[in-house]
């Protein structure tokens, strides 16, 4: 038997890719980006990749209804990473930011499909800040619904993503009095999968001005590690490895930052003039990478002097490959 699983504000899928590839039947994904949705699609098997507005909670209705089409009258897993912009460190964290309510999609999917198990994935600071009042909440509205919950933050490297990522896990489980075991580290700092040993095998891009988004190229070499192995167990060729034309100002300034540098590495006349403390932030090639976020134009490649591309990316948050198909 496959548990249910259902994914709010699924994204891309990373969060319901997990689950697919520990066995469990993954059956829709909801969000509200075309192109976040069609690689959900492609990456998720029958998965259905639905488009919704989940700030309108009239759309829950939806939600129930497509499950109900596909025969699945008992929902065992609800999970959903609601936007973190409201909360994390990178955002304004103002307490009136409409994404900051929109985990109760989840609580009101939550009521009305009474999932065995309830996740909720977000970034650390949506336990203390506003002086802990969301993580009050959150625990108070499923527990509302007979959730027993539970929360903890996961360090991605110790199990094994090459990436520096915290996030809060938020986990209830309905009508038990049970509380969930969150799985103990695999890693510790000594062997942190790095970026090296994570995306070294890829081709450099220097003197490459081949910008097309459907260009495939060869690996540079056989694999190095046992990770650069297993992200490579789905293709032959790189995907998504498309280089990125900056200016030379740019290529001047990342030619002086070393190796797990950033701009305070520059000479005091450039320096002065960066004030982000991430800016020109180089990754080290010994550790895992800094966070990925949305921008990523302020993080560069260990080695060579331009941003990571897509597929570094996503080989740093071990997400492997599926090729896709550009359309145009």
């Given amino acids: ?13 990373g969060l319901s890719k997990g689950f697919l590839d520990a066995g469990f039947d993954v059956k829709l994904g909801v969000d509200f980006d075309d192109a976040a949705l069609k ?15 989940l700030f309108n909670l009239d759309n829950v209705v939806e939600i129930k209804n497509i ?17 973190c912009q409201g909360f994390s460190l990178a955002g304004n964290r103002i307490e009136s930011d409409e994404r900051n309510t929109l985990y109760t999609a989840m609580v009101k999917t939550a009521e009305l499909l009474k999932p065995r198990v309830v996740l909720l994935e977000n970034v650390p600071g949506m336990l203390t800040l506003y002086k ?9 509205d499923f527990e509302n619904l007979g959730y027993t919950m539970n929360v903890k933050v996961l360090y991605a490297p110790e199990y094994g993503i090459p990436q520096i ?11 038990s009095n049970e509380k969930f075991e969150y799985p103990e580290p695999i890693l510790n700092e000594d062997n942190f999968i790095t970026c ?33 192995t297993k992200m490579r167990e789905k293709s032959q060729k790189v995907y998504n490895h498309v280089p990125t034309k900056h ?24 320096s002065k003039n960066f004030k982000y403390h991430e800016s020109l932030h180089r990754y080290n090639s010994k550790k895992p990478s800094l966070t990925i976020d949305t921008g990523h134009r302020t993080h560069f490649h260990y ?17 492997d490959l599926v090729p896709v198909k550009w359309t145009h």
């Fill in 1 to 13: 038997m496959k548990y249910s699983v259902v994914d709010l504000f699924c994204g891309a899928g």
């Fill in 39 to 53: 690689t959900f699609a492609n990456n998720h098997g029958n998965a259905v990749a639905q488009k919704l507005d």
């Fill in 67 to 83: 499950l109900t089409n596909l025969g699945t009258e008992q929902l065992d897993v609800l999970i959903g990473g609601p936007p």
């Fill in 132 to 140: 802990g009042k969301v993580k009050q909440r959150i625990f108070e």
């Fill in 165 to 175: 990522r915290k996030r809060a896990f938020f986990i209830g489980l309905r009508d």
């Fill in 196 to 228: 090296e040993q994570a995306i070294s095998d890829l081709p450099s891009l220097e003197n490459d001005d081949d910008y097309s988004l459907d260009k495939t190229r060869e690996y540079m070499s056989d694999p190095k590690t046992e990770y650069q």
């Fill in 247 to 270: 200016i030379q100002k740019t290529i001047d300034h990342i030619k002086l930052v070393p190796d797990g540098g950033k701009y305070t590495d520059l000479p005091p006349e450039l």
């Fill in 303 to 319: 080695k060579y002097n331009r941003i990571p591309t897509v597929r570094e990316n996503a080989r740093l948050q071990s997400f």
